[in-house]
């Protein structure tokens, strides 16, 4: 079952797509700019850009003749949501289980 956040996360698993992300913070970026500083094709810059604007982590907007391409703050924000809590959960388990664990170490002394 899919999760929010889920497909962020699987859109940021390849590197290539984590590098356009990172060239992104810098500001909006045509795909011939993202191509030039990437080891891959403009073709392939595309299809990532595809991939990360489905997922909800970048938009696009027309400028003249080019696709202006930016970091889609919503998409960001909702990814970070999804690993805070994830964190959040993670770290109440760790608790409970260490309270547990040191009860029942407690109980067993005499």
Same mark, same amino acid.
């Given at each position: 079952m899919a999760t929010y956040g889920s497909e @962020?996360?699987?859109?940021?698993?390849?590197?290539? &797509?984590r590098a356009i992300v990172e060239a992104l913070r810098s500001g909006p970026r045509a795909v011939g700019e993202l191509a030039a500083t990437l080891p891959i094709s403009r073709p392939a810059v595309s @299809?990532? *850009?595809?991939?990360?604007? #489905?997922? /909800?982590?970048?938009?696009?907007r027309a400028e003249g003749?080019?696709?202006?391409?930016? *970091?889609?703050?919503? /998409?960001?924000?909702? *990814?970070?949501?999804? *690993?805070?809590?994830?964190?959040?959960?993670?770290?109440?388990?760790?608790? &409970? @289980?260490? #309270?547990?664990?040191?009860e029942s170490e407690g109980s067993e002394q005499p």
């Open positions: @962020q996360l699987t859109a940021l698993a390849d590197p290539s &797509r @299809q990532h *850009l595809k991939v990360l604007k #489905e997922a /909800g982590l970048v938009t696009d003749t080019k696709r202006l391409y930016r *970091l889609r703050p919503d /998409g960001i924000a909702a *990814l970070r949501a999804y *690993l805070d809590r994830m964190w959040s959960d993670a770290l109440s388990s760790f608790a &409970r @289980q260490a #309270e547990s664990t040191a």
